[in-house]
C-alpha cells in the first residue's frame, strides 16, 4: 500500500480555458448566468473525478473560483465594501464588480487593488477591512462545493485561505495599512471555528487552511497573532472528526515549524522544492509528535519540467526519519501549471516527456508515493525510476559556445551608462522637445477580434504574408492618426503583430520552445501561455525594428520602441531547472541589448524595455533579496541599456506588484523614466518614490485598465494633483497603468481622451 497523496489545488479554468469563455460570454450578454454556473459544475465535477481516478487520495474542494480565491474568502467573511454591496447586484455580479469595477445603471465603482500573489504571475484581489465592516461566517461556497462532491462520492479535502493569511494581505480604505485591532483577530477567529464546525458536521476528513504568507519574515507580534487565530479554530475539532492541516508553500518555514507543532495541528504543508533545505532542517531541529502528518511537498507546482523521482525520494525519506506520518504533496496548488500535455501535438515526443502539466503531476505524485512504499526487488518499481532517471543523463541540450564566451568577455563597463543620468536627463529634454507632465501610453493597443483573426489566418495559410503585413501596416497607421487626433505626446506603434509580450520575443530567439494549448491563469479570466526555455539563447533575428521604424516613419511624433526585458522574460516563460536563474537572464539580456542598439541605429529616440514582473520573483525572504536576486537582476537590466548614447530615453514599467521596499533598486536600475501600476492601488507608491528622493522619472498610473470603466475627467485631474503632491512636476509622465492589449476600443480611446483633456487641464493650472 503506497504512501498517502494530497493535491494543494487544482487548475480550474478548465483544459480547453472553458470557465474564461462561459463567463466572457456572461459579461457580453452572449450566454446567461445559468450556463455560467452550469459549467463551473461540470468543470468541478471533471477535475474531481480525473484526481479520483489517478489515485490521488486527498482531493482538494473550494480551489475552484470564478475569479479568485481571496475574493471568494473576503465574500464567505462578509468582507465586502458597503460601495459594492449598495450596487443591489446578485452574488455573481458584486463578485465580479469588486474584481473588475462596475459602471452602469446601478452605480460607478473602481475595482479593489490588485496585487500579485507572491512570488507568482498570479493576481489576487485584496481584501478591504473598514470600520464598518463585521466580520463573519455568511457564505456558503466551500459547504456546497463540498456537499457536491460528497453526492459524487468523493470526500474532498476543502480548502480555505486561512486567517493569518488573509488578514496579512487584507488593507483597509485606500490601501491604508490595516491595524488588526483586538476586535478583527476575535470576529475572524470565531468565523473560521465555524468553518471547522461547519465541516465537520458535513463529515469532513482533513481542512486545509493555506497560510503561504507564514513563509515570509516575521515582524514582532505574528506568532502571537497566529496562536490567536488558531487557538479557537483547533479547539472546534471537538465537534467532530476532521482534521486540520496548515499548508504552506513558496518558502520555508524555519521560524514557525516549532509553533505550529505546539498548536496542535494535525498536519503541516511544508514546500519542499523552494524551501527544501531550510524546511528540513527545521524537521530535525523540531520534535514531531506521532499524532503529526507532515506533508511534504515534492512535485512542483511551479514550473514544467518532469519531477526527478530519486531527489523527491531522497526528500520523502528525510522527512520520515524525523516524522511517522508523512504524506507526499504537490509543492504549491496547481493552479500555477498548465492542464495537460495531451494537447500539444507539435513537440514531438521526445521534447514532450521532459515535461509533466498539472494532469501529468498527479501521476507523477502517485509514483513517487508508490515508490516511497516499494521493496528494492520491485522490478515494476525498478522500471518506473529507471525511465524516470534517463530524462536527466544531461544530453537533453548541448551548450552555445558563442553564447557562452560572450558572458565571459563581460567586464564592469557593460554594466553602467556613461553620462549619469541627471545629465542625461537634460539633454534629452532639450533634444526631444516634450511639453511639462508628457502624456503617452504603456505600448499595446486593443487586440480586436479583427486582429486575432488575421493572425490565425496567417498561421492556417488562408493568408499569405504580404496581406497580414499589409493589414498590420494599416492598423498602425490607424492607430498612430488617432493618438496624434487626440493630442498624446510620445506615441506607440500598437503592437498589433504580436501576440504575446513574451511570446512574440521568445519566437525570434534561439532556445525556446512553444505549447499550443498550455494556458495559465494570470487574474480573473486572463490567461497566458508562457514560452518554455529549452536551451541557451541568442537573438535569432531582428524583432521590433521593422514595425518600430515603419510607425515612427509615419509621424513627426516620437514613437516609442517597445520591448519586454530580460527579466520579465525570464519570469514569465518556464525556466530551465538544469543551469541557473542569473545565467538565463544575462544570456536574454545580451539578446535585447542587441536588439535596443539596432532600434537605435534606426533612429528611434525613445525605447522602452518592460520589466513587469522585475518583484514578482523578489524572495520572500528579505535576507535573500540582494544574494538571491536583485544583486543580478538589477545589472541584467542595466546591461541591456548600458551602450545607448545619452540623447536616447530609456523607459522602463512595472506593475501590479508592492515596489515600496525595493524602491532604491529600482531607481538603480538606471532608466531614465519608468511607469508604474498606482491607480488601482491609490497610489500609494508616491509616498516611496518621495521618501525615496527617487531620480528617474516616473508615471504612475493614473487609471486602471484592467476595469470596463472610463475614467472621468475629473477623476483624472486629482489623480495627477494627488501625483504632484509628492513628485517634482519636471519629473512626471501621465498614462494609464498598464498596456491596453485587453480593452475594447469603446473603452480605450474616450479613456485616453479624458486623460490627454485631464492633462491639459492641470498644465493650465500650473500655467504652462
Same mark, same amino acid.
Given at each position: 500500500?503506497?504512501?498517502?497523496?494530497?493535491?494543494?489545488?487544482?487548475?480550474?479554468?478548465?483544459?480547453?480555458?472553458?470557465?474564461?469563455?462561459?463567463?466572457?460570454?456572461?459579461?457580453?450578454?452572449?450566454?446567461?448566468?445559468?450556463?455560467?454556473?452550469?459549467?463551473?459544475?461540470?468543470?468541478?465535477?471533471?477535475?474531481?473525478?480525473?484526481?479520483?481516478?489517478?489515485?490521488?487520495?486527498?482531493?482538494?474542494?473550494?480551489?475552484?473560483?470564478?475569479?479568485?480565491?481571496?475574493?471568494?474568502?473576503?465574500?464567505?467573511?462578509?468582507?465586502?465594501?458597503?460601495?459594492?454591496?449598495?450596487?443591489?447586484?446578485?452574488?455573481?455580479?458584486?463578485?465580479?464588480?469588486?474584481?473588475?469595477?462596475?459602471?452602469?445603471?446601478?452605480?460607478?465603482?473602481?475595482?479593489?487593488?490588485?496585487?500579485?500573489?507572491?512570488?507568482?504571475?498570479?493576481?489576487?484581489?485584496?481584501?478591504?477591512?473598514?470600520?464598518?465592516?463585521?466580520?463573519?461566517?455568511?457564505?456558503?461556497?466551500?459547504?456546497?462545493?463540498?456537499?457536491?462532491?460528497?453526492?459524487?462520492?468523493?470526500?474532498?479535502?476543502?480548502?480555505?485561505?486561512?486567517?493569518?493569511?488573509?488578514?496579512?494581505?487584507?488593507?483597509?480604505?485606500?490601501?491604508?495599512?490595516?491595524?488588526?485591532?483586538?476586535?478583527?483577530?476575535?470576529?475572524?477567529?470565531?468565523?473560521?471555528?465555524?468553518?471547522?464546525?461547519?465541516?465537520?458536521?458535513?463529515?469532513?476528513?482533513?481542512?486545509?487552511?493555506?497560510?503561504?504568507?507564514?513563509?515570509?519574515?516575521?515582524?514582532?507580534?505574528?506568532?502571537?497573532?497566529?496562536?490567536?487565530?488558531?487557538?479557537?479554530?483547533?479547539?472546534?475539532?471537538?465537534?467532530?472528526?476532521?482534521?486540520?492541516?496548515?499548508?504552506?508553500?513558496?518558502?520555508?518555514?524555519?521560524?514557525?515549524?516549532?509553533? !505550529? $507543532? *505546539?498548536?496542535?495541528?494535525?498536519?503541516?504543508?511544508? %514546500?519542499?522544492?523552494?524551501?527544501?533545505?531550510?524546511? /528540513? +532542517? @527545521?524537521?530535525?531541529?523540531?520534535?514531531?509528535?506521532?499524532?503529526?502528518?507532515?506533508?511534504?511537498?515534492?512535485?512542483?507546482?511551479?514550473?514544467?519540467?518532469?519531477?526527478?523521482?530519486?531527489?523527491?525520494?531522497?526528500?520523502?525519506?528525510?522527512?520520515?526519519?524525523?516524522?511517522?506520518?508523512?504524506?507526499?504533496?504537490?509543492?504549491?496548488?496547481?493552479?500555477?501549471?498548465?492542464?495537460?500535455?495531451?494537447?500539444?501535438?507539435?513537440?514531438?515526443?521526445?521534447?514532450?516527456?521532459?515535461?509533466?502539466?498539472?494532469?501529468?503531476?498527479?501521476?507523477? !505524485? $502517485? *509514483?513517487?508515493?508508490?515508490?516511497?512504499?516499494?521493496? %528494492?526487488?520491485?522490478?515494476?518499481?525498478?522500471?518506473? /525510476? +529507471? @525511465?524516470?532517471?534517463?530524462?536527466?543523463?544531461?544530453?537533453?541540450?548541448?551548450?552555445?559556445?558563442?553564447?557562452?564566451?560572450?558572458?565571459?568577455?563581460?567586464?564592469?563597463?557593460?554594466?553602467?551608462?556613461?553620462?549619469?543620468?541627471?545629465?542625461?536627463?537634460?539633454?534629452?529634454?532639450?533634444?526631444?522637445?516634450?511639453?511639462?507632465?508628457?502624456?503617452?501610453?504603456?505600448?499595446?493597443?486593443?487586440?480586436?477580434?479583427?486582429?486575432?483573426?488575421?493572425?490565425?489566418?496567417?498561421?492556417?495559410?488562408?493568408?499569405?504574408?504580404?496581406?497580414?503585413?499589409?493589414?498590420?501596416?494599416?492598423?498602425?497607421?490607424?492607430?498612430?492618426?488617432?493618438?496624434?487626433?487626440?493630442?498624446?505626446?510620445?506615441?506607440?506603434?500598437?503592437?498589433?503583430?504580436?501576440?504575446?509580450?513574451?511570446?512574440?520575443?521568445?519566437?525570434?530567439?534561439?532556445?525556446?520552445?512553444?505549447?499550443?494549448?498550455?494556458?495559465?491563469?494570470?487574474?480573473?479570466?486572463?490567461?497566458?501561455?508562457?514560452?518554455?526555455?529549452?536551451?541557451?539563447?541568442?537573438?535569432?533575428?531582428?524583432?521590433?525594428?521593422?514595425?518600430?521604424?515603419?510607425?515612427?516613419?509615419?509621424?513627426?511624433?516620437?514613437?516609442?520602441?517597445?520591448?519586454?526585458?530580460?527579466?520579465?522574460?525570464?519570469?514569465?516563460?518556464?525556466?530551465?531547472?538544469?543551469?541557473?536563474?542569473?545565467?538565463?537572464?544575462?544570456?536574454?539580456?545580451?539578446?535585447?541589448?542587441?536588439?535596443?542598439?539596432?532600434?537605435?541605429?534606426?533612429?528611434?529616440?525613445?525605447?522602452?524595455?518592460?520589466?513587469?514582473?522585475?518583484?514578482?520573483?523578489?524572495?520572500?525572504?528579505?535576507?535573500?533579496?540582494?544574494?538571491?536576486?536583485?544583486?543580478?537582476?538589477?545589472?541584467?537590466?542595466?546591461?541591456?541599456?548600458?551602450?545607448?548614447?545619452?540623447?536616447?530615453?530609456?523607459?522602463?514599467?512595472?506593475?501590479?506588484?508592492?515596489?515600496?521596499?525595493?524602491?532604491?533598486?529600482?531607481?538603480?536600475?538606471?532608466?531614465?523614466?519608468?511607469?508604474?501600476?498606482?491607480?488601482?492601488?491609490?497610489?500609494?507608491?508616491?509616498?516611496?518614490?518621495?521618501?525615496?528622493?527617487?531620480?528617474?522619472?516616473?508615471?504612475?498610473?493614473?487609471?486602471?485598465?484592467?476595469?470596463?470603466?472610463?475614467?472621468?475627467?475629473?477623476?483624472?485631474?486629482?489623480?495627477?494633483?494627488?501625483?504632484?503632491?509628492?513628485?517634482?512636476?519636471?519629473?512626471?509622465?501621465?498614462?494609464?497603468?498598464?498596456?491596453?492589449?485587453?480593452?475594447?476600443?469603446?473603452?480605450?480611446?474616450?479613456?485616453?481622451?479624458?486623460?490627454?483633456?485631464?492633462?491639459?487641464?492641470?498644465?493650465?493650472?500650473?500655467?504652462?
Amino acid at each position: 500500500m503506497s504512501a498517502i497523496t494530497s493535491v494543494i489545488g487544482f487548475p480550474r479554468i478548465g483544459e480547453n480555458r472553458e470557465l474564461k469563455k462561459s463567463i466572457e460570454a456572461y459579461w457580453k450578454g452572449n450566454g446567461s448566468i445559468e450556463d455560467m454556473r452550469a459549467m463551473a459544475r461540470s468543470l468541478r465535477e471533471k477535475h474531481w473525478k480525473l484526481q479520483k481516478d489517478a489515485g490521488v487520495d486527498l482531493i482538494p474542494s473550494n480551489d475552484f473560483s470564478y475569479y479568485d480565491q481571496m475574493l471568494d474568502t473576503a465574500i464567505l467573511l462578509n468582507v465586502v465594501p458597503k460601495r459594492y454591496r449598495d450596487l443591489g447586484l446578485g452574488p455573481e455580479d458584486t463578485l465580479f464588480a469588486i474584481g473588475r469595477g462596475y459602471q452602469g445603471p446601478q452605480g460607478d465603482v473602481t475595482a479593489q487593488p490588485m496585487k500579485k500573489w507572491f512570488t507568482t504571475n498570479y493576481h489576487y484581489l485584496v481584501p478591504e477591512i473598514d470600520a464598518e465592516t463585521d466580520i463573519r461566517l455568511v457564505g456558503t461556497k466551500p459547504f456546497d462545493e463540498f456537499a457536491e462532491a460528497k453526492q459524487l462520492g468523493i470526500v474532498t479535502k476543502p480548502v480555505v485561505i486561512g486567517p493569518y493569511t488573509f488578514l496579512k494581505l487584507a488593507r483597509g480604505p485606500q490601501a491604508a495599512e490595516l491595524e488588526l485591532t483586538d476586535a478583527i483577530v476575535e470576529a475572524t477567529a470565531a468565523a473560521y471555528a465555524q468553518i471547522v464546525e461547519r465541516f465537520n458536521g458535513q463529515g469532513a476528513e482533513w481542512i486545509q487552511f493555506d497560510e503561504p504568507y507564514l513563509v515570509l519574515d516575521k515582524d514582532d507580534g505574528d506568532l502571537d497573532l497566529l496562536r490567536r487565530l488558531y487557538a479557537p479554530v483547533l479547539a472546534a475539532r471537538a465537534s467532530g472528526g476532521a482534521k486540520v492541516l496548515v499548508q504552506t508553500y513558496f518558502g520555508h518555514i524555519a521560524d514557525t515549524l516549532a509553533t !505550529l $507543532v *505546539d498548536l496542535g495541528f494535525d498536519g503541516i504543508g511544508l %514546500d519542499l522544492v523552494e524551501g527544501r533545505d531550510e524546511n /528540513l +532542517a @527545521a524537521l530535525q531541529a523540531t520534535p514531531i509528535p506521532d499524532s503529526v502528518s507532515i506533508f511534504a511537498g515534492v512535485i512542483n507546482g511551479r514550473n514544467i519540467w518532469r519531477n526527478d523521482y530519486a531527489q523527491s525520494l531522497g526528500l520523502v525519506d528525510a522527512v520520515h526519519q524525523v516524522a511517522r506520518n508523512v504524506v507526499v504533496s504537490t509543492s504549491d496548488s496547481l493552479l500555477h501549471v498548465p492542464f495537460t500535455t495531451a494537447n500539444e501535438t507539435k513537440l514531438g515526443a521526445d521534447v514532450l516527456r521532459h515535461f509533466a502539466f498539472a494532469v501529468e503531476k498527479l501521476g507523477e !505524485l $502517485v *509514483d513517487v508515493a508508490s515508490l516511497a512504499d516499494a521493496t %528494492d526487488d520491485s522490478r515494476k518499481a525498478s522500471d518506473v /525510476l +529507471a @525511465a524516470n532517471q534517463a530524462l536527466f543523463d544531461g544530453t537533453r541540450v548541448q551548450p552555445d559556445e558563442k553564447v557562452t564566451a560572450r558572458i565571459a568577455a563581460l567586464t564592469e563597463a557593460d554594466y553602467t551608462r556613461q553620462p549619469a543620468r541627471a545629465e542625461r536627463q537634460k539633454t534629452q529634454r532639450a533634444e526631444l522637445g516634450l511639453p511639462l507632465l508628457p502624456t503617452t501610453t504603456i505600448g499595446s493597443f486593443p487586440q480586436t477580434r479583427e486582429v486575432r483573426q488575421y493572425r490565425a489566418r496567417l498561421r492556417k495559410g488562408e493568408i499569405d504574408q504580404k496581406t497580414y503585413d499589409d493589414f498590420i501596416a494599416g492598423k498602425i497607421d490607424e492607430c498612430i492618426k488617432h493618438q496624434e487626433q487626440i493630442g498624446l505626446d510620445v506615441l506607440v506603434h500598437g503592437e498589433f503583430e504580436r501576440n504575446d509580450m513574451v511570446e512574440y520575443f521568445g519566437q525570434n530567439l534561439n532556445g525556446f520552445l512553444f505549447t499550443q494549448n498550455a494556458w495559465v491563469q494570470s487574474y480573473g479570466t486572463r490567461c497566458v501561455k508562457p514560452p518554455i526555455v529549452w536551451g541557451d539563447v541568442s537573438r535569432a533575428r531582428p524583432i521590433t525594428v521593422r514595425w518600430s521604424s515603419y510607425a515612427q516613419s509615419r509621424t513627426n511624433h516620437v514613437v516609442k520602441g517597445m520591448l519586454t526585458g530580460p527579466v520579465t522574460i525570464l519570469n514569465w516563460s518556464w525556466p530551465r531547472e538544469d543551469v541557473s536563474h542569473e545565467l538565463q537572464t544575462t544570456q536574454l539580456a545580451l539578446a535585447i541589448r542587441d536588439e535596443v542598439l539596432d532600434l537605435e541605429a534606426a533612429g528611434i529616440r525613445v525605447i522602452q524595455i518592460d520589466e513587469a514582473a522585475l518583484r514578482e520573483k523578489l524572495p520572500v525572504r528579505r535576507s535573500d533579496w540582494y544574494s538571491k536576486y536583485l544583486d543580478w537582476a538589477i545589472p541584467a537590466f542595466r546591461l541591456v541599456h548600458s551602450g545607448v548614447k545619452p540623447d536616447t530615453q530609456i523607459h522602463t514599467h512595472m506593475c501590479y506588484s508592492e515596489f515600496n521596499d525595493i524602491i532604491r533598486s529600482i531607481d538603480n536600475m538606471d532608466a531614465d523614466v519608468i511607469s508604474f501600476e498606482a491607480s488601482r492601488s491609490d497610489l500609494t507608491v508616491l509616498d516611496a518614490i518621495h521618501d525615496a528622493h527617487f531620480e528617474t522619472e516616473a508615471g504612475p498610473g493614473v487609471y486602471d485598465i484592467h476595469s470596463p470603466r472610463i475614467p472621468s475627467v475629473d477623476e483624472i485631474v486629482d489623480k495627477i494633483h494627488a501625483i504632484l503632491a509628492k513628485m517634482d512636476v519636471n519629473k512626471v509622465w501621465v498614462n494609464p497603468d498598464c498596456g491596453l492589449k485587453t480593452r475594447g476600443d469603446e473603452e480605450t480611446w474616450p479613456s485616453l481622451e479624458n486623460l490627454v483633456a485631464a492633462t491639459k487641464k492641470v498644465r493650465e493650472e500650473l500655467g504652462k
